[in-house]
């Protein structure tokens, strides 16, 4: 899938993710481009490293975390209509309809990279997505988080989580299949796109990768998991990842130390 291999191509004026995204012209955009945008990737810069290594120190308390809530869901009444859609669309993302699926695929890919792109207050100036690829184009240099942020960041899954939650009443058991099939397809397709060659790891860097992913996509899926079982309280969730997280930091003090 090509979308699994995105290529970068900026100048010093305008940045763009995807599998192609032409330089050419870009300079007419460094007149245009927010100061907000050009200080906060500044930012992003220099909280990298400071980022992943929190991220280290925290994943005990989020693995725990989410195996807290996985068990608390694991006997809620929706565990098994949300089973049946994760299990229903794994089946068809492995081979009943993987060519349509892959389309969406790239469009989820590519919408979360721009949606990471607004977020950040760049301006968004081209967006394309098809079976073998996509990309985007805005202007400015950009961050590692709008570079890092599809493999941790479950768009569809969050899209479903809103619809089912403005909605009027539904059963209970349809949400969680849709629920289910669009956290299967966050797993499936960041499995399917974490790999070597992938240029986005390649470019924020494969250890800063293997540091900040884990303990983010534990803090993602525990918190749809959350949702799914009914707990709608963020802080109930952070408060069983502050023990965990005391013992290794005490850990490491201690080890300073001695």
Same mark, same amino acid.
Do not use: C
């Given at each position: ?6 290529a ?13 995204a032409?330089?050419a ?8 481009m927010n ?6 990737d ?9 980022v992943?290594?929190?991220s ?7 693995v ?6 996985a068990?608390?869901?694991a ?20 081979g009943l309809?993987?060519?349509?699926? =892959? ?17 950040s ?17 805005y202007i400015?240099? =950009?961050?590692w ?9 479950p768009?569809?899954a969050?899209?479903a ?7 009027p ?5 349809i ?12 797993v499936?397709s ?14 924020? =860097?494969?250890?800063?990768?293997w ?14 998991l959350?949702y ?5 309280s963020?802080?109930a969730?952070l ?6 997280t005391?013992?290794l930091?005490?850990?490491?003090v ?5």
């Open positions: 899938m090509a979308a699994t291999s995105l970068r191509l900026e100048s010093l004026a305008s940045g763009s993710r995807g599998s192609s032409p330089a012209g870009s300079a007419p955009y460094s007149r245009r100061p907000i945008a050009r200080a906060l500044r930012l992003f810069a220099w909280v990298k490293w400071p992943a290594i929190a280290v120190m925290f994943l005990p308390g989020l725990y975390a989410l195996a807290f809530v068990e608390r869901f006997r809620s009444p929706a565990v098994l209509p949300f089973a049946i859609g994760a299990a229903v669309y794994a089946v068809a993302f492995a309809a993987r060519r349509r699926i =892959g389309f969406w695929t790239v469009v989820e890919h590519e919408l979360t990279h721009a949606i990471f792109a607004w977020a207050l760049h301006r968004v100036v081209g967006f394309a997505a098809t079976r073998s690829g996509g990309h985007i184009r400015g240099r =950009g961050n988080l709008i570079a890092i942020a599809p493999y941790f960041f768009t569809f969050l899209i989580i809103a619809v089912l939650s403005w909605t009443p539904h059963p209970a058991a949400g969680a299949v849709i629920l289910g099939a669009a956290v299967a397809h966050h499936l960041t499995w399917l796109e974490t790999h070597r060659h992938q240029v986005d790891l390649r470019e924020v =860097g494969w250890l800063w990768s540091m900040f992913l884990p303990a983010v996509n534990a803090f993602v899926l525990g918190l749809v959350a799914a079982s009914g707990t709608r963020l802080t969730h408060s069983h990842v502050r023990g965990p005391l013992v930091f005490h850990w490491l201690g080890l300073v130390h001695r």
